[in-house]
């Protein structure tokens, strides 16, 4: 049983040093003692020429992101600043039972909002 075989990926910057090398080919069969050389198929340099003149950005591999719904976003907003409205108040709350405590004030009981 054979070894699996993986796919080459090359590098931005060999496939623009192979570019220029192949542009630099002037003679007969030199460009195919190249490609022999490198293990390259004359496809590759297709490919990448127009990858080159599209300005040779790689793709991003991977699931593309999905867009945010503006309304999830105002609302995520709102949560954050509904939840920061919350700690400071539960501070202040914190505060005036410890400064309840200090003086001796008797605190009435807040009827509660939340199911037990």
Same mark, same amino acid.
């Given at each position: 049983?054979?070894?699996?075989?993986?796919? /080459?990926? !090359?590098?931005?910057?060999?496939?623009?040093?192979? @570019? /220029?090398?192949?542009?630099?080919?002037?003679?007969? &069969?030199? @460009? &195919?003692?190249? @490609?022999?050389?490198? &293990?390259?198929?004359?496809?590759?340099?297709?490919?990448?020429?127009? %990858?080159?003149?599209? &300005?040779?950005?790689?793709?991003?591999?991977? /699931?593309?992101?999905?867009?945010?719904?503006? %309304?999830?976003?105002? @609302?995520? %907003?709102?949560?954050?600043?509904?939840?920061?409205?919350? %700690?400071?108040?539960?501070?202040?709350?914190? !505060?005036?039972?410890?400064?309840?405590?200090?003086?001796?004030?008797?605190?009435?009981?807040?009827?509660?909002?939340?199911?037990?």
């Amino acid at each position: 049983m054979s070894a699996r075989h993986t796919r /080459r990926r !090359f590098t931005t910057a060999y496939k623009l040093e192979i @570019l /220029r090398k192949a542009d630099a080919c002037t003679r007969h &069969g030199e @460009l &195919g003692a190249l @490609l022999r050389k490198e &293990g390259l198929y004359s496809s590759h340099l297709i490919t990448w020429r127009q %990858q080159r003149e599209r &300005g040779l950005t790689p793709k991003k591999r991977g /699931r593309k992101p999905v867009p945010v719904d503006p %309304q999830v976003k105002r @609302l995520e %907003q709102e949560n954050r600043r509904l939840t920061t409205r919350l %700690q400071k108040a539960e501070a202040l709350i914190d !505060f005036q039972k410890k400064v309840a405590a200090l003086l001796q004030i008797p605190l009435k009981p807040v009827p509660s909002d939340e199911a037990d």
